[in-house]
């Protein structure tokens, strides 16, 4: 039986749980709108748009500090660890076959993420390389016309949240994967 005490910090330890993910919560929502409503606005004057290079160019609180592609990574990871803090145990009381489906399922997101940041770094690195040995020091302004060449993506970007992806999926099929305290008693 647990005490008094244990109930009180669980529920103070709930509580720092439920506002950071708030915080993330709502910085994530800013940050998309944000880029959103500019790229929007760039697509409207020039006909094309670079997918995440707004976030990319974004230097916030000022320039210098940090991109709005590195906070959207931050939080999107931080507010995935308090969603699995908050109802992780919910998937323990889930039949074995549907947790099966979903580690099947959470670990094909977590390949296919991982192949995409490797992918992403790589070709990255392959242009910074080649614009390096003609002098050019341009990392932020790299982008691919993949999947789709009419709508190319900055590599920063995508770089950056493939691998927010493979963390988060990675961290999801550990939780999922983790033999419940019931499973541990029974063998």
Known sequence: MRSALEKDDDRRTRKVFLAVFYVCATAMALITFYAMYVSLDEYQRTGSVIIGKVLVDTEWPVPGV???????????????YCVVRLGGDKVSGMPKWIKSILQLVVLMIAVVALYEFVYNFIVWNSLITADAIKGVLDFDNKSVEYPN?????????????????????????????????RDQVLQ
């Open 66 to 80: 940090a991109k709005l592609v590195t906070y959207l990574m931050i939080v999107s990871v931080v507010a995935w």
């Open 149 to 181: 060449p009419e709508t190319p993506w900055n590599l920063v970007f995508a770089t950056k949240m493939s691998l927010a992806a493979f963390l988060i999926a990675a961290h999801g099929f550990y939780t999922m994967s983790k033999p419940n305290k």
